[in-house]
């Protein structure tokens, strides 16, 4: 089941949230800044330990003073006009970070809008691309312990994109 959510995602009582990370995983501004700002140092330190994550993949930590368990960490594309390979780029982050989820048993993952912030993905073609990667995810995996999904919108314009995909 997908559902919309509009608001912080940092607030979201769910299994585990999603993270646009920078490829340091050190922290960074946008979404990633108000996590590490929410879970509190640990989770800095913890992603130390990680050694980074490539463009595409995801990685997991604890999610500490945050209501969620866990951050599942992404990369997604820097946008580059879209010749870039960024579609499938991004794409490959919201299956990479199911996958990850469902390793952990989550039954409740929370999506920001990866890459529309300072990667500067176009907004509406993100949205295209997370709403068809999750449901394909959901095509291959008809035993997934995932049971719900949320798209996390944090301003008005994201909310409509969905609505309307959905
Ligand atoms: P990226 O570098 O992947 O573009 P950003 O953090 O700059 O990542 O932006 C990704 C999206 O996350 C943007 O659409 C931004 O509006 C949204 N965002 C920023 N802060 C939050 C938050 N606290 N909760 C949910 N979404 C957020």
Redesign the pocket.
Known sequence: MIQIVT????KLCVDAIVN???HSLLG????????HRAAGPELLTECRTLHGCDTGDAKVTAGYRLPAKYVIHT??P?WGGGSCGEEDKLACCYRRCLEEAEKKGCQSVAF??????????P?DKAAAVAVSAVKKYFRNEPHSCIEKVML????ER?RDLYEELL
């Open positions: 608001g912080d995602i940092t646009a990370a920078n960074g501004g946008g979404v990633d800044g108000a996590i990369v997604g820097v920001p809008a990866i890459s529309t912030g300072v990667y500067g993905y907004k996390v919108c944090f301003d994201t």
